[in-house]
């Protein structure tokens, strides 16, 4: 997929196409029709806005859309053979990451919210209690308490490495204070009632190169 060059308003380019490959177009046949035959034979599909196309495909689509529109770093897309319609160095750099380490411990007690999660019995009667007077345990998040700091100013790291933060009064990092582990479902947890505390850094520079279909950060240079 990638946007194609419509016309100029003034001295700006203006991209009220966008064009969908073979491999796409025939995707979107095969789903319309509930087949699971994909073989990419279809041509290329554009599609022209009367208006204006929204581009929004997340923090790592919409650059790489872009890039393979010929819209980004100059040096980059020619090295790719990619036609270059703007030089905009912008794109696909200062990439901002949120990265995180959860801190899991069995609690004693039957505070967590665990519990309540995992019958749900418990939880329609909460849900129940919430929906009569706004009360109860569903009044509350899975986590309410939060904690921003910031490294020294004179830390070494800052010697070799520039403050990533937006100010100098901006946090580097965040702790997270959980009464339940359900909202890391994507982890193997263990039984019974937890607590977490996550350290998670406020934001990770780096950046995303485009190499035609897919993206590659083994270059980036943070």
């Known amino acids: 997929m990638k946007l194609l ?7 700006l380019k203006s991209f009220r196409s966008v064009q969908f490959s073979g491999m796409q177009t025939t995707f979107l046949s095969r ?3 509930n087949s699971s035959s994909l073989d990419g034979s279809a041509p290329p599909t554009t599609v022209k806005a009367r208006k204006e196309v929204i581009l929004s495909a997340g923090s790592i689509g919409t650059a790489q859309i872009l890039q393979l529109s010929g819209i980004g770093n100059a040096d980059d897309l020619k ?6 319609l703007i030089d905009n160095p912008g794109v696909g750099a200062n990439l901002i990451d949120h990265l995180l380490v959860p801190n899991i411990f069995n609690v004693k007690g039957d505070e967590s919210s665990d519990k309540l999660l995992r ?10 209690q919430w929906t009569a007077n706004k009360t109860g345990i569903v009044g509350n998040s899975l986590a309410n308490t939060y904690g921003f700091a910031r490294l020294p100013s004179n830390s070494s790291i800052f010697k070799t490495v520039a403050d990533p933060a937006a100010g100098p009064k901006s946090p580097h990092w965040e702790v997270v204070f959980a009464v ?10 263990p039984l019974g009632l937890i607590f977490v505390c996550i350290e998670s850094m406020v ?5 995303s190169t485009c190499y035609r279909k897919f993206l590659d950060f083994s270059h980036c240079p943070h």
């Open 31 to 33: 789903m319309s029709n």
């Open 180 to 189: 339940s582990a359900l909202h890391l479902i994507r982890m193997s947890l």
């Open 119 to 128: 019958n749900s019995s418990l939880l329609k009667a909460a849900m129940d």
């Open 5 to 11: 060059q419509s016309g100029t308003k003034g001295a």
């Open 79 to 84: 090295a790719l053979n990619i036609s270059v």
């Open 203 to 207: 934001q990770s520079r780096g950046c």
